[in-house]
């Protein structure tokens, strides 16, 4: 699972100016003409630095989304929903290991990735700091912030970096199959007892804003839609996910007969683009600083994760390190 952009400061121009501009022209034709780049080829130093930031921000997202659903799975009304959610929040997990793995060809080492994490120097998305109440709320991840990942995802696997664009096009088949159970899941609630269909407007009610965040903040005041465009490391900008995804999804959520809690929401017939009640930006700021409901909590999973599993890590260190080639007896 993955939003939008994240960060707000500027980034420096400094460094395209440091580069070869020979290079540099050559690389963008390479893009232009719609070409793949590979870890051994020459990139620019904002390149690989844009491409570490992104790739590890979605990579921190897939384990930190894990982390809401993974509360249900043992809460989940009856059997099939415990298997349907204990395979979905493994193959998040799965996924961030592709994408850890797709960041490491770029020279940042996992190990550091998940240090930077855990003590709070990278960011992941805004969404998985909100609390998962009640079941519906796990429905809601499922399908309406998977889906949101999957139009981002989609876009992006047709970008410019090859072990990214690979490793998104083995996430989006799997993420589809996501999609069915959260919609199902949603389905059954919003069509089912009048307490069920509570359960699934409020849900719907505490998630639509954050959901709205998910994709990142305006194209205005983003930080690093620009770039990330020019080079197709973003195919679409954070606006732009937005409005594909009200388009897809708005409809849907009527057909079940909720509320979506904006008054305000209307399809423009002119312009052919959505009107809603902008979120709080300020809010969406705080969350990925570290200061939403459940950053710290989540964080702590984490800590706790990587310290459980250090013998494990060292286990496997020593093992390799004297490993010994015995022949075998005749």
């Not at 793995?101 to 120097?121: F, H, P, V, W, Y």
């Amino acid at each position: 699972m993955y939003g939008g952009g994240y960060l707000f400061e500027k980034t420096s121009p400094d460094l395209l100016k440091e580069e070869d501009q020979e290079k540099l022209a050559a690389f963008e034709a390479r893009i232009d003409r719609g070409e793949k780049i590979e870890p051994h080829d020459w990139m620019p130093k904002l390149y690989r630095q844009q491409l570490i930031r992104m790739i590890e921000q979605h990579a921190h997202s897939e384990i930190i989304g894990a982390l809401p659903e993974g509360t249900w799975i043992t809460r989940a009304p009856g059997f099939k929903r415990k298997l349907g959610l204990m395979a979905k929040v493994q193959d998040e997990v799965g996924h961030a290991q592709l994408l850890y793995s797709a960041a490491e060809t770029l020279g940042k080492s996992r190990e550091q990735m998940i240090d930077d994490l855990i003590n709070g120097r990278s960011k992941y998305s805004n969404i998985f700091n909100y609390p998962a109440y009640t079941w519906a709320d796990s429905c809601f991840i499922s399908w309406l912030v998977d889906a949101g990942a999957i139009v981002n995802q989609v876009a992006n696997s047709k970008g410019s970096y090859g072990p990214y664009c690979r490793a998104l096009e083995r996430i989006c088949i799997e993420e589809s199959f996501h999609l069915k159970f959260g919609h199902h899941c949603v389905t059954y609630l919003a069509t089912g007892t009048p307490r069920q269909r509570q359960m699934m407007q409020e849900a719907l009610n505490r998630w639509w804003y954050p959901m709205l965040m998910f994709f990142g903040p305006p194209d205005k005041i983003s930080a690093h839609t620009e770039i990330l465009m020019r080079w197709k490391v973003k195919i679409l900008s954070n606006d732009e996910t937005r409005q594909q995804w009200l388009d897809m999804y708005v409809p849907k959520i009527w057909e079940l007969g909720l509320t979506i809690p904006d008054d305000k929401l209307r399809k423009n017939e002119e312009t052919g683009k959505w009107e809603f009640t902008q979120p709080d930006w300020e809010e969406f700021k705080q969350v990925i600083n570290g200061n939403g409901p459940c950053n710290k909590e989540r964080l702590a999973v984490r800590r706790m994760a990587e310290k459980r599993g250090e013998w494990v890590r060292r286990a496997i260190l020593v093992k390799a390190s004297n490993k010994k080639y015995v022949t075998p007896l005749a």
